[in-house]
């Protein structure tokens, strides 16, 4: 980010570090597996944590044109910093969104209540955001859609270019891009993964630029974007888009 000029962005989407690599276990096809996903997921300590979300909100808030829009994810582990450093560095809290998983995997240890959710938070950088309210919505009062979001989990056609442990849907993505930008607009993700920000953005029309420092997600990234444009190509060559 500290490339880029400032108020050059006109929507941020990041899906930080969740810090959940502590050497718990989870359920993968019904199966326990080890919940560490590499040394980028490992928490420092509260205080390291912290700091590190503000340095990248706040050099994701020099970038945001004025009223930009920014959209962060996150779990118990490190919401709650989120929200805090999102009010230390005066952004305007607009909605906090919960994303509701249908079919979330089962508890199989039988210690908690299954994590069927995951929180999104959009901010703005100040007034007047853009908010395509009758795109999502339509003309129907009484058919608004709510802070709670059911949207399933990535589907396999998704992962065929390869797995990162937290990749997003793009149904996820598409809905949130189209809520707050236009075709053109700039899409900026910090944090990459396995490039579903980007996938999306393109899709939509809008220009991205995306930054990740694992060179094998990266690559993932890549495959993926490049295979949406073969099918784009395909789909006008044949007058179907």
Same mark, same amino acid.
């Given at each position: ?5 400032? &108020?050059?962005?006109? #929507? *941020?989407?990041? =899906? ?6 502590? +050497? !718990? /276990?989870?359920? &993968?096809?019904?199966? #326990? *597996?080890?919940? =560490? ?6 928490? +420092? !300590? /509260? ?195």
């Amino acid at each position: 980010m500290e490339l880029m000029p400032g &108020r050059c962005v006109d #929507l *941020v989407f990041a =899906d930080p570090p969740y810090r959940l690599s502590g +050497g !718990g /276990l989870t359920n &993968r096809g019904g199966r #326990l *597996v080890c919940v =560490d996903k590499g040394d980028w997921d490992r928490s +420092g !300590g /509260l205080k390291k944590d912290h700091e590190f979300n503000l340095r990248w909100l706040r050099a994701a808030r020099r970038i945001l044109k004025p009223g930009g829009s920014l959209w962060v994810s996150g779990t118990h582990h490190i919401i709650f910093s989120l929200g805090f450093a999102l009010q230390q560095l005066r952004f305007r809290l607009i909605n906090q969104i919960t994303w509701y998983k249908p079919n979330a995997a089962p508890n199989l240890l039988h210690t908690a209540f299954t994590h069927a959710h995951e929180t999104l938070l959009w901010a703005a950088k100040g007034p007047g955001h853009r908010f395509n309210y009758e795109l999502l919505n339509g003309h129907n009062p009484t058919r608004q859609l709510s802070s709670v979001w059911s949207i399933r989990t990535v589907p396999p056609e998704e992962r065929r270019h390869g797995y990162h442990p937290t990749q997003k849907p793009l149904r996820l993505l598409r809905r949130i891009i189209l809520a707050c930008t236009s075709e053109g607009d700039l899409v900026f993700d910090p944090f990459t993964g396995s490039g579903t920000t980007a996938v999306a953005a393109k899709e939509l029309n809008r220009t991205f630029v995306g930054a990740e420092l694992e060179r094998e997600y990266a690559g993932l990234a890549e495959r993926r974007i490049r295979a949406a444009e073969r099918g784009w190509a395909l789909r006008r060559v044949s007058g179907h888009g």
